[in-house]
């Protein structure tokens, strides 16, 4: 469906998992995947999931170089705004390998918290 996705997470975060060698957020124990987006729907996810939040980087993940299983799937809940219930998203069915993030981008709200432009992905 793409040629890249996303995957929003702290700046600390990503930088435990270069210390570690992996990247295993608390939804994969949870979940059962991590979440990820296309382009399109990342200032949805932002504003649903992150709105306030700062210090956090956009993930830009190869598909192509995944370890993990990647499914297109209907949005968990609740869904990110503006997102319809029959749009599907990525999901990664295990740990997230380093050598599929191609690069990282950060991604920080306006002063009012909300997030309002995609950075250059």
Same mark, same amino acid.
């Given at each position: 469906?793409?040629?890249?996705?996303?995957?929003?997470?702290?700046?600390?975060?990503?930088?435990?998992?270069?210390?570690?060698?992996?990247?295993?957020?608390?939804?994969?124990?949870? &979940?059962? *995947?991590? +979440?990820?987006?296309?382009?399109?729907?990342?200032?949805? !996810?932002?504003? =649903?999931?992150?709105?306030?939040?700062?210090?956090?980087?956009?993930?830009?993940?190869?598909?192509?170089?995944?370890?993990?299983?990647?499914?297109?799937?209907?949005?968990?809940?609740?869904?990110?705004?503006?997102?319809?219930?029959? &749009?599907? *998203?990525? +999901?990664?069915?295990?740990?997230?390998?380093?050598?599929? !993030?191609?690069? =990282?981008?950060?991604?920080?709200?306006?002063?009012?918290?909300?997030?309002?432009?995609?950075?250059?992905?």
């Amino acid at each position: 469906m793409t040629d890249q996705i996303l995957h929003i997470t702290t700046t600390a975060a990503w930088q435990d998992a270069q210390e570690t060698g992996r990247y295993e957020p608390e939804t994969l124990s949870t &979940e059962g *995947f991590i +979440h990820c987006s296309a382009a399109s729907q990342i200032l949805g !996810v932002a504003n =649903t999931f992150y709105r306030n939040q700062r210090g956090l980087i956009l993930l830009v993940i190869d598909p192509a170089r995944l370890t993990c299983k990647m499914e297109w799937e209907p949005p968990a809940e609740p869904h990110p705004a503006g997102v319809s219930p029959e &749009e599907r *998203f990525p +999901h990664l069915y295990g740990p997230l390998n380093l050598a599929a !993030v191609v690069r =990282t981008v950060g991604i920080e709200p306006d002063a009012d918290g909300e997030f309002r432009k995609v950075p250059d992905v």
